[in-house]
């Protein structure tokens, strides 16, 4: 975001505006981390960041009253300890803006419902279900809605989340021709390394809070020796080999991702390091625990102390609707509404 000023003809530099957002659907694991959460860190430190808890999404599956409410907690005092920094970006809770529900309304008066049957995480989340909620398919509208709030530029996601992305430039592009210029068409931001990190018993599936499996899921709060244990116990394959080679050696190729997310190591370059599982799994697990472990500790300490918690998500959404109000409003006009 730089330039040569038109009117001053001096070289500017431009502050990029950046958002992203977790669901309180369940304990923060190192996929949530490596993909996203470590991307939001670094980028709070140049740019005029916002993260926030998106609880509401939350609501789109059965989570009782008592679980969202302790996960909404966790998820932010997880966030805290991970480095966001209420000095350096803007933290809230969804539900504490209303401007994202409402611009959700309108929003969904420009998306078709063939384009949200088309989303790969309504199917894979609605599958198996005995009742769907409304809200399941409605969901990327929420988050379009989310981003299109606060004029955004770059949004820091995994790659389970490109598609939505895909879908909130295109409602954001279909509304300005038709309504004229009012949103910021943003861009998503996923890194090369760690951005599809997979469940480590069931590699061809994505490492998930809401389908977490006990061996599988690395929590960024677990303990060091449960660590340990699930790297030790990770899914290889008969081979022997270590190559880096999604398609025919998913679980390998998962922990050789792993460890070159976290080193910033390349991972072919791992392949020459390590003659057997044994040594690569060793590797892996150390250099996990050391980057996780002074998360952990922060955790404790925060969760030991949730007003002051409270306050940092109620001044968050103070600063955020102050500028979701006057796009909401930008919108309002522009669809006609008095
Ligand atoms: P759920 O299972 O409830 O959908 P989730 O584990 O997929 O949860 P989200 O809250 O949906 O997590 O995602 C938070 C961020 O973490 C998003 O940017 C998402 O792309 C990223 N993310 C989630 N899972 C992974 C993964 N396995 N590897 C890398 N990034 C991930
Ligand atoms: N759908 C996302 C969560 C999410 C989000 C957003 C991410 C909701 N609103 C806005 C980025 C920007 C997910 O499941 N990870």
Same mark, same amino acid.
């Not at 004029?151 to 490109?162: R, S, T």
């Not at 998500?313 to 006609?336: C, H, N, Y």
């Given at each position: ?75 932010a ?14 933290l ?11 611009l ?29 909620r ?30 939505? $992305?895909? +879908? @909130? ?15 910021? /068409?943003? =861009? %998503? ?5 760690g ?10 599936n ?41 398609e025919?050696?998913?679980g390998?190729?998962n ?12 991972? $072919?370059? +791992? @392949? ?15 250099? /996990?625990? =050391? %980057? ?47």
């Amino acid at each position: 975001m730089s330039g040569l000023c038109p009117l001053t003809g001096n070289y500017y530099k431009k502050m990029a505006k950046v958002l992203s957002a977790i669901q309180p659907s369940g304990d923060l694991h190192l996929g949530n981390y490596l993909g996203a959460v470590r991307q939001w860190v670094a980028s709070q430190e140049d740019n005029d960041s916002y993260f926030f808890i998106v609880d509401l999404h939350a609501l789109t599956l059965d989570i009782s009253p008592e679980t969202l409410r302790s996960n909404t907690i966790k998820t932010a005092a997880s966030l805290v300890a991970s480095g966001l920094d209420q000095a350096k970006c803007t933290l809230f809770l969804q539900s504490h803006v209303p401007q994202h529900t409402a611009l959700t309304w309108l929003l969904e008066c420009t998306a078709s419902y063939g384009e949200l049957l088309r989303m790969t995480q309504f199917k894979d989340k609605g599958k198996g279900q005995e009742s769907v909620r409304a809200g399941l398919l409605t969901y990327p509208v929420l988050m379009a809605a989310d981003i299109l709030l606060y004029n955004i530029d770059f949004v820091p996601v995994g790659d389970d989340q490109k598609q939505h $992305l895909e +879908l @909130t430039r295109n409602v954001a592009g279909r509304f300005n021709n038709r309504y004229g210029d009012t949103f910021v /068409v943003p =861009e %998503a931001k996923v890194p090369e390394i760690g951005a599809r990190i997979m469940d480590l018993q069931n590699p061809a599936n994505k490492m998930s809070k809401s389908t977490a499996t006990p061996l599988g899921t690395i929590g960024v709060m677990d303990d060091p020796k449960d660590i340990e244990k699930k790297i030790k116990k990770a899914v290889t394959d008969s081979s022997m080999l270590i190559c880096y080679d999604r398609e025919n050696h998913p679980g390998v190729t998962n922990l050789l991702e792993i460890l070159s997310a976290v080193t910033g190591t390349n991972p $072919l370059k +791992l @392949t020459e390091d390590f003659s057997n599982y044994g040594e690569l799994k060793k590797a892996v697990a150390e250099a /996990v625990i =050391e %980057a996780l472990r002074p998360i952990r500790t922060k955790y404790y300490e925060i969760l030991d102390n949730e007003d002051t918690l409270s306050e940092i998500l109620r001044a968050g959404s103070e600063k955020a609707e102050v500028i979701a109000a006057v796009t909401l409003e930008k919108a309002r006009r522009a669809m006609g509404l008095l």
